[in-house]
């Protein structure tokens, strides 16, 4: 080789130990920690197999849900988010997304992608969006799809959801939840709210590794997250 390995491969890896002030405070579990160090399996073991089952029922359990399709990718938030865009909006859809922070149109610039034509329905500064909006919103729009987020980490507002999923499937429109900042912090229900597809990011509110559900797979536009 005509390079020199690096002098910090020679050193032992130096991590302090932090609080992490991320919705949370987000610190992961020692007993977390401890599973990142036991031996690796290949993914046709039986015992992989039945981890990941156990997996699933603990997914299953922290979103309320007892949906099938419910399952831990390796991403962050962001890959929830694209995951479950990509899966739902086929080009030309009318998508709306409620805004009460920045995530609403972090999600926009995602489904523009895919061929959307996005619609937003923006809550007062500070405040979340009321029933009534987003009924308006839904009557103007008819959108396939609504996309809000139950804890935006840019302004600390919480999304109430109770009521959201009875609503959207009235004007036959998915609801999509961004749960990553709020997950494990506040009540969360997929299946008694009608949520059709929801995803978190566990390094936050959850304290470990990123997941997220999805109910239904209609385009293919992007081959890693499909
Ligand atoms: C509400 C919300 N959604 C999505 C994300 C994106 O998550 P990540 O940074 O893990 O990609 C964040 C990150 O702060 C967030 O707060």
């Not at 831990?72 to 988010?81: D, I, L, Y």
């Amino acid at each position: 080789m005509d390079m020199t390995p690096p002098n910090a491969l020679f050193q032992p890896l130096n991590v302090p130990s932090k609080i992490l002030m991320g919705p949370g405070p987000s610190n992961m579990s020692q007993r977390i920690s401890d599973s990142l160090s036991l031996p690796i399996l290949g993914h046709l073991h039986p015992e992989t197999l039945k981890i990941m089952d156990d997996v699933k029922l603990g997914c299953q359990y922290i979103f309320q849900t007892k949906n099938e399709v419910t399952l831990c990718v390796s991403a962050s938030g962001h890959g929830g988010m694209e995951a479950s865009l990509c899966n739902l909006i086929e080009p030309g859809d009318r998508i709306l997304l409620g805004v009460t922070g920045l995530w609403g149109h972090r999600a926009s610039d995602m489904a523009k992608r895919y061929g959307a034509e996005c619609k937003f329905v923006t809550a007062e500064t500070g405040s979340a969006l009321t029933l009534a909006q987003i009924e308006e919103a839904l009557v103007k729009y008819r959108p396939v799809l609504f996309f809000v987020v139950q804890g935006d980490s840019s302004t600390g507002v919480l999304q109430p959801l109770e009521g959201v999923g009875e609503l959207c499937h009235k004007y036959n429109c998915l609801l999509v939840v961004d749960t990553v900042a709020s997950l494990g912090g506040t009540p969360f229900y997929a299946d008694k709210w009608m949520v059709d597809v929801v995803y978190t990011g566990s390094q936050k509110t959850l304290c470990g590794m990123n997941l997220w559900i999805e109910v239904e797979g209609i385009s293919f536009e992007s081959c890693y997250s499909d």
